[in-house]
């Protein structure tokens, strides 16, 4: 927990606050639709909540959004869930994302850059003329709005035109890295049912070649829904017999149309985890991701068309679609295809590096990563152009914090670190990144503008310095419009709703401070709970992943039948490391010295992994169910993790307990 009496790691420069867009945005927001002048960001963020139709509308006015019919009022229905944002407003996403081709045509729209770490640029002329001929080869082949476009791609210029040019004709865009295997992929597209299927022949990670043509063999079979299937020969092999040729459909000099369609029309289908069942099929609106990500990019991030805005991810994870909106503020997207660590951990660096990147993002286990394996960034790369390294997936942990900022410092650079959190829900930050506020060690700056975060306690009461559950008591544009294949709107109901009706519930454990900053803990649902104290899995970690010899960690709390608690800390050692009582006793020590005795697991076991989701997050809940008796089938949705062999080694250790 923070003590509210420690300095700030970093304090934001005069010049940075003065030339700062959310600082400019607050000045002519207090002209112009009654935000408070003074106060800085709580009271901005204040007004943000309290006058909501003022605020989002002062936003759409700020980023000049172009709504071809207006609309009637800002917000129609302020209920939860079934906010009316907007309503009788038209718009088109994908022209907002392509309007820097009026003003910087020739300039580079994106940077891909494969493992060979030479950037390559598609410019925002080139880009746009691609989407147009994309977008008139939809509308031969049948694509009408409201129909979903599937891509099973890596992060690659391809699936940035494909996602723009479904958007420019109004149909729903959903996505799969190919990495998932055809199991986790139909269990996503199977609930949607496209119309269209683009896909590679395969893709290069890790310096080897991964050909998947016999799984795409496979989700054509299983696919009966597919008008057309479009190869895009990354490994360069002949389109299967049948298939449409990328080439061919993107060849002409075609300006775009695009469809005016309802500000809530659907814009993408995201997908939850889905370590437990089928995963959500998570619908957001045209008109609420254009808002929120020109908010959450260009006021928090303070993107704007000089910048270049690199975050390692994959087209599976909501944050390749939230990389993909950085068009919407004019910036330049890097798109990294390929292995975080290869050829070796500093990777990431070296991109940023060859890229000019001013926003790197990345996850917390790749800087933990670094910290561990003696990667020195701003000693061995040139990252002057750095502006803000920016972290999510889970909290940064306060090493992390003083690692960044201390590897930066060394070279005299001025590092902004953000660490944010969010959820793919709503494909952006409930709290995160304030270029105007200080950083705390182990905190994120503040709640988002908009975003009336808070944490209560079970009986719905306000905490502050306090954890309590994760809520947002307003309603937030990017909110699902609906589930996919929900009709009576209960799956989505069930998913927020159901502890605090009328407010979203997210399912973390945080702490608001008195300073305004937020800790997040760890999921609430794979909380600690011992003697009636709950406790958040973050912090074990952060204890334990300090010591050299542990790769990776992961805690579990079982209630028994007895009524008593079983809390397993099970370690992934390092190579080399040797788990004996020496090292068990020093990790109890470290966890008893720097958290307190009762975070104290009651055994320490060693495994040979800790398993996680596809998109990089460790699996709590499932090897809780595991550990309680549940058969693997019924613990996890098996296309949802990344090694199923690791979670039989969990199940095969609870049949030996028992």
């Not at 940077?111 to 008139?136: C, F, I, K, N």
């Not at 990294?336 to 290869?342: I, K, L, T, V």
């Not at 997050?617 to 949705?637: D, S, T, Y």
């Amino acid at each position: 927990m923070s003590s509210a009496n420690h300095s700030p790691l970093w304090q934001p420069a005069p010049e940075r606050i003065a030339q700062a867009q959310i600082t400019r945005f607050q000045t002519w927001a207090a002209e112009h639709h009654g935000a408070p002048a003074e106060g800085g960001y709580a009271a901005l963020h204040r007004w943000s909540v309290d006058e909501l139709d003022a605020f989002w509308k002062a936003v759409t006015e700020w980023f000049d959004v172009r709504f071809p019919t207006p609309y009637a009022r800002v917000l129609g229905d302020r209920s939860m869930p079934g906010a009316k944002w907007f309503p009788g407003a038209t718009l088109n996403y994908a022209e907002h994302a392509l309007r820097a081709t009026e003003t910087r045509p020739d300039a580079p729209a994106l940077l891909y850059v494969d493992e060979t770490h030479e950037p390559r640029p598609v410019s925002w002329s080139e880009l746009r003329r691609q989407v147009g001929s994309l977008a008139a080869e939809l509308r031969t082949l049948g694509v009408r709005p409201g129909d979903r476009v599937s891509g099973y791609l890596p992060n690659v210029p391809q699936a940035v035109v494909a996602l723009l040019a479904t958007a420019a004709v109004g149909g729903v865009w959903t996505s799969c890295a190919p990495d998932f295997g055809a199991r986790s992929v139909l269990d996503r597209f199977q609930q949607v049912e496209p119309v269209v299927l683009f896909t590679v022949d395969g893709y290069r990670y890790g310096g080897k070649e991964h050909d998947r043509r016999d799984t795409v063999a496979e989700l054509r079979r299983e696919l009966p829904t597919l008008r057309a299937v479009v190869h895009i020969p990354l490994l360069g092999t002949e389109a299967p017999e049948g298939a449409l040729e990328w080439s061919a459909l993107t060849s002409a000099d075609t300006e775009p149309v695009f469809e005016e369609v309802p500000f809530d029309h659907p814009l993408w289908v995201l997908y939850s985890s889905g370590t437990t069942g089928l995963p959500k099929a998570i619908v957001q609106s045209q008109g609420g991701i254009l808002v929120e990500h020109l908010k959450q990019l260009g006021l928090h991030c303070d993107l704007g068309p000089e910048d270049r805005f690199f975050w390692y991810t994959s087209t599976g994870w909501m944050m390749w679609n939230f990389l993909v909106s950085g068009l919407l503020t004019g910036t330049t997207i890097v798109l990294y295809d390929g292995s975080p660590g290869h050829p070796d951990t500093g990777a990431q660096w070296r991109i940023a590096e060859r890229t000019g990147a001013t926003l790197f993002g990345t996850s917390a286990a790749y800087v933990m990563a670094c910290r561990k394996a003696g990667v020195h960034p701003s000693r061995d790369f040139d990252l002057s152009r750095v502006q803000c390294v920016a972290t999510t997936g889970s909290p940064l942990p306060p090493d992390g914090f003083r690692w960044l900022h201390d590897e930066f410092a060394a070279s005299g650079a001025d590092l902004w670190i953000a660490s944010v959190s969010g959820g793919t829900d709503v494909c952006s930050c409930f709290a995160g990144a304030v270029p105007t506020l200080p950083v705390y060690i182990g905190e994120l700056q503040a709640p988002c503008l908009g975003t009336d975060l808070q944490s209560w306690d079970p009986s719905g009461k306000p905490l502050t310095d306090e954890v309590g559950e994760l809520v947002v008591t307003n309603p937030m544009p990017s909110m699902p419009i609906h589930f996919w294949n929900d009709p009576d709107g209960s799956r989505y109901h069930d998913s927020y709703f159901d502890m605090y009706p009328g407010v979203w519930r997210h399912g973390d454990w945080i702490t608001v401070t008195s300073r305004g900053s937020v800790v997040i803990h760890g999921r609430s649902d794979s909380t600690l709970n011992r003697q009636g104290v709950r406790m958040g899995s973050a912090d074990i970690y952060e204890a334990v992943e300090r010591l050299p010899e542990i790769r990776e960690s992961l805690v579990i709390g079982i209630e028994q039948p007895d009524g008593g608690y079983w809390m397993p800390l099970f370690v992934h050692l390092a190579p080399g490391a040797v788990l004996d009582d020496a090292l068990r006793a020093r990790i109890k020590q470290t966890i008893r010295e720097q958290l307190s005795p009762r975070h104290v697991p009651d055994e320490v076991i060693e495994v040979p992994g800790v398993p996680h989701t596809l998109t990089g997050k460790r699996i709590e809940v499932p090897v809780k169910r595991l550990l309680q008796g549940a058969p693997l089938e019924k613990a996890v949705n098996l296309g949802s993790v990344d090694s199923v062999e690791l979670l039989r080694f969990y199940e095969n250790l609870a049949r030996e307990r028992a």
